[in-house]
């Protein structure tokens, strides 16, 4: 199985997370990068890999390569040698994204229009009109990718981001991204043995991704389009075959492993539960309404994954806040575990419990921290002494 060079872009930190995902879907040729992992496939991979993927934004398929790009004339001549309309019609509209780092090109937006004239041009020229821009919904998104000399020229395969799973029709104050939820899951290592906590839900996407991680469900099995079926060699049936294979792979929970959700605030809940039945796993996953500070563990041995407000999202002191959450783990949840992801690295020291491990992820651009708390029963190697 090759054929096609792809590239799947993911976040800071989920790099391996991304690449171990594909190795398991059967991908050729892994290689990681900076937020990105390269690999090889056929057709019906890159609709697997689209369809399947948790942890990546994108999927990319490249066109072709060019080196020694450093003029302006020798974009456009890249760009137009390359014959558009094997791959859309005057009819359909178009973007272009520029990506990467050139210091012969360092303002995007003249990149993107020398490389938008050479592609008019050239329809022109063929057809005598030419393809419209949108930049919100196109039917095809070109992506120029720089690397100082060398550029990539990619198609979008995927269209609208692939964090966007279509269950999620209600939001909070800065939601976490999905994709980042899924990682988050991913790099805690919960195996559903135990039951999982998140106890300051906010609208439930931690507990959705962790669900559908483990039941192997697709991640866009609730997406209703992707950029591929634009291209003029799409496959319908060979794209619903592996659809079809993909939700056969589907598995139930380990009977007695509960999914559970707190959050403060009652619209915060109602919201959780709505986008729990868009991605059909009400079933599987409860919330109510509760202050955290006030609850005891449930079960012994919880796992607790969670990701507390902070800065612009707080409306409370945060130093009292951080230390109210370390003093309920140590205080309510002895013998659990505890994973914890903030976006401000100082609330960390006013939890007042020492991490067994730190992990270093990008929120967008907002350097985070994933740290994890082995929270001992009748011990106090956990305290931060």
């Known amino acids: ?11 800071f930190g989920l790099e391996h997370v991304l690449a171990k995902e594909l190795q398991q879907l059967g991908a050729q040729n892994v290689q990681t990068g900076n937020r990105a992992v390269y690999f090889e496939g056929d057709l019906g991979f890159m609709y ?3 369809y399947n993927l948790h942890t990546a934004l994108r999927i990319l398929r490249q066109l072709k390569s060019f080196h020694k790009i450093y003029k302006a004339t020798q974009l456009y001549n890249a760009i137009v040698s390359i014959d558009w309309s094997e791959w859309f019609s005057p009819q359909q509209t178009f973007r272009i994204d520029v990506t990467g780092q050139s ?3 360092k303002h995007t937006k003249f990149a993107a229009l020398k490389a938008k004239d050479a592609i008019v041009d050239q329809f022109r020229s063929s057809h005598h009109q030419r393809p419209d821009i949108d930049l919100k919904q196109p039917d095809i998104r070109i992506v120029l990718h720089f690397k100082d000399q060398h550029l990539d020229v990619l198609l979008d395969s995927s ?7 279509g269950y999620r029709t209600q939001t909070n ?15 805690s290592g919960w195996d559903a043995r135990k039951s999982l906590l998140d106890p300051m839900c906010g609208s ?6 962790a669900a559908m991680w483990q039941m192997r469900i697709p991640a866009a099995i609730n997406r209703q389009k ?5 291209w003029p060699d799409y496959d319908e049936t060979l794209f619903n075959l592996i659809k079809n294979k993909s939700i056969d792979k589907i598995r139930e929970l380990p009977t007695g492993i509960k999914l559970i959700g707190y959050d403060k605030a009652f619209s915060a809940i109602e919201k959780a539960r709505q986008n729990i039945k868009n991605a059909n796993l009400d079933a599987f996953i409860s919330v109510k309404q509760a202050d955290f500070f006030k609850t005891e563990s449930v079960d012994s041995g919880l796992f607790l994954l969670f990701n507390p407000p902070y800065d612009e999202r707080l409306s409370v002191d945060i130093k009292t806040f951080y230390k109210n959450i370390g003093d309920t783990l140590k205080q309510s949840y002895t013998g659990s575990e505890a994973w ?3 976006g401000n690295l100082q609330t960390l020291k006013y939890v007042g419990l020492r991490p067994s491990k730190k992990i270093k992820l990008f929120n967008g651009k907002l350097e985070s921290r994933l740290v994890q708390y082995l929270l001992y029963a009748g011990s106090r190697r956990g305290r931060l002494d």
């Open 159 to 165: 269209g609208e981001p692939l964090h966007k799973r």
């Open 173 to 187: 104050t800065a939601p976490l991204n999905e994709v980042l939820a899924a990682g988050i899951v991913a790099l």
């Open 48 to 50: 697997k890999a689209n």
């Open 103 to 105: 210091k012969f090109f």
């Open 204 to 209: 439930g996407t931690i507990l959705i991704e």
């Open 226 to 230: 992707f950029a591929f079926q634009n």
């Open 1 to 11: 199985m090759s054929g096609l060079k792809l590239t799947a872009t993911t976040f």
């Open 340 to 342: 914890l992801l903030t």
